[in-house]
């Protein structure tokens, strides 16, 4: 898996939000399949304002501790407000500006490349002295060319 470090400004996304943990997600129980669900059948793109709308964004935030503790998930895209939309059913985070460690997975059937660079993403950080800020990490998917049986995306990892 290529990686690169880059700076990211603060991003606002808005989008649909589910708490989850990497235990449950391991499961028969994953919240996350489901959250992909409720974002395909929402009409959230004209409620996000319509920031760059090829991007969809999976922010992984708000960490209870680090890899093995909860966090909330949040899919949708960039928007310019910072409130939440007058529809109950999204939400708005801030992702702050960061320095990221960028992981770009191989091509493939979606679910499998993301678990895969999860895998060597927490591989990563148990043997680098790089370290994970937890303040905010997203996967990045460009709408414009998505192929859910040959995907290949970028994993931004906030680093200190």
């Known amino acids: 898996m290529n990686t690169y470090t880059v700076h990211k400004q603060k991003l606002i996304i808005t989008g649909v ?3 989850t943990t990497n235990a449950e997600e391991a499961g028969p129980e994953g919240r996350l399949p489901k959250l992909w669900e409720t974002y395909f059948q929402s009409n959230l793109l004209s ?3 319509g920031e760059n709308p ?3 964004y999976a922010v992984y935030t708000d960490y209870e501790s680090d890899a093995n503790g909860a966090y909330t998930v949040v899919i949708g895209h960039e928007s ?3 409130r939440v939309p007058d529809d109950k059913n999204h939400v708005v985070v801030a992702v702050p500006g960061s320095k990221y460690r960028v992981f770009t997975t191989k091509k493939g059937p979606v679910y499998e490349v993301v678990a895969q660079a999860w895998r060597e993403i927490w ?3 148990g043997e680098s002295t790089e370290k994970r800020a937890y303040t905010g990490d997203f996967e990045l998917y460009d709408a414009r060319d998505f192929d859910p049986a040959n995907t290949e995306l970028q994993i931004y990892i906030a680093i200190k």
């Open 47 to 49: 409620a996000a304002g």
């Open 17 to 19: 939000a589910v708490r």
């Open 80 to 82: 310019s407000a910072e």
């Open 123 to 125: 591989a990563y950080f």
């Open 54 to 56: 090829h991007f969809i």
